[in-house]
């Protein structure tokens, strides 16, 4: 897996937007739809008690195009990833982000290093003979009291099924439903899971929020978060 995007680490926007194009929608709107989520995450966890700042970790953060749209959001932000040179081009990009190399199943932080661990549009590429350790090293790296959460595509919406057809990397991805991912969470022993489905709308506009919250717990969106507590 590291070999495949390391040879996407110059062309990995371009052929993201290139499995989107038939729905008009930029790949940023996407990107700022997540970061919107993980902030607002930050808020309903009540990650901030007594004016703490949020030490967060982005696990498989392939060239860190997400991070852009977290500036700010977080006391520090660190990234992680299999392939080394997306990693470097991550680093170029985003000079105010830490970033590392993940060359074993292990990843390379210490027990409880950070708030909130998060992983956008990874598990997929994982082997499902590997997702419960990859559960289990989320939760390693979480302070106790902090989360975990996954940000994944959802398998039930059809033009999220025609997107990853059309995706050079995701040829072998194996998708996963919410009901799935919360199983994982909680057989690595996480406490008060929670899932919603987003991107139904191809609005960023407040009053298609709303009701995209409303639709939330309906298998509806392109895509779907589910964090838990360690």
């Given at each position: 897996m590291a070999e495949l995007f390391d040879s996407y680490k110059s062309n990995y926007g371009e052929a993201v937007a290139g499995s989107?194009?038939?729905?008009?929608?930029?790949?940023?709107?996407?990107?700022?739809?997540?970061?919107?989520?993980l902030q607002r995450l930050v808020v309903e966890r009540r990650l901030r008690q007594d004016g703490a700042g949020v030490r967060a970790l982005d696990v498989g953060c392939g060239v860190g195009s997400l991070h852009p749209y977290l500036e700010g959001a977080f006391e520090s932000l660190d990234?992680?990833?299999?392939?080394?040179?997306?990693?470097?081009?991550?680093?170029?990009?985003?000079?105010?982000?830490?970033?590392?190399?993940?060359?074993?199943?292990?990843?390379?932080?210490?027990?409880?290093?950070?708030?909130?661990?998060?992983?956008?549009?990874?598990?997929?590429?994982?082997?499902?003979?590997?997702?419960?350790?990859?559960?289990?090293?989320?939760?390693?790296?979480?302070?106790?009291?902090?989360?975990?959460?996954?940000?994944?595509?959802?398998?039930?919406?059809?033009l999220t099924r025609l997107a990853v057809f059309r995706c050079p990397f995701d040829?072998?991805?194996?998708?996963?439903?919410?009901?799935?991912?919360?199983?994982?969470?909680?057989?690595?022993?996480f406490q008060d899971i929670r899932s919603e489905h987003f991107l139904l709308l191809p609005s960023a506009r407040s009053f298609a929020r709303r009701l995209?919250?409303?639709?939330?717990?309906?298998?509806?969106?392109?895509?779907y978060v589910c964090s838990a507590h360690v």
């Open positions: 989107i194009r038939f729905s008009g929608l930029r790949h940023d709107f996407f990107l700022i739809a997540k970061a919107d989520l990234g992680c990833d299999v392939s080394e040179e997306s990693i470097l081009r991550a680093g170029q990009d985003n000079p105010c982000v830490s970033y590392r190399a993940c060359t074993t199943p292990r990843l390379p932080y210490g027990d409880g290093a950070f708030d909130l661990a998060f992983a956008s549009c990874v598990v997929h590429h994982v082997a499902p003979a590997s997702w419960l350790d990859f559960f289990r090293e989320m939760r390693r790296v979480v302070r106790p009291g902090g989360v975990a959460c996954i940000i994944e595509h959802n398998p039930y919406n059809p040829q072998d991805a194996v998708l996963l439903n919410a009901a799935k991912a919360r199983s994982l969470f909680q057989e690595t022993g995209e919250r409303l639709l939330a717990p309906l298998p509806l969106g392109a895509q």
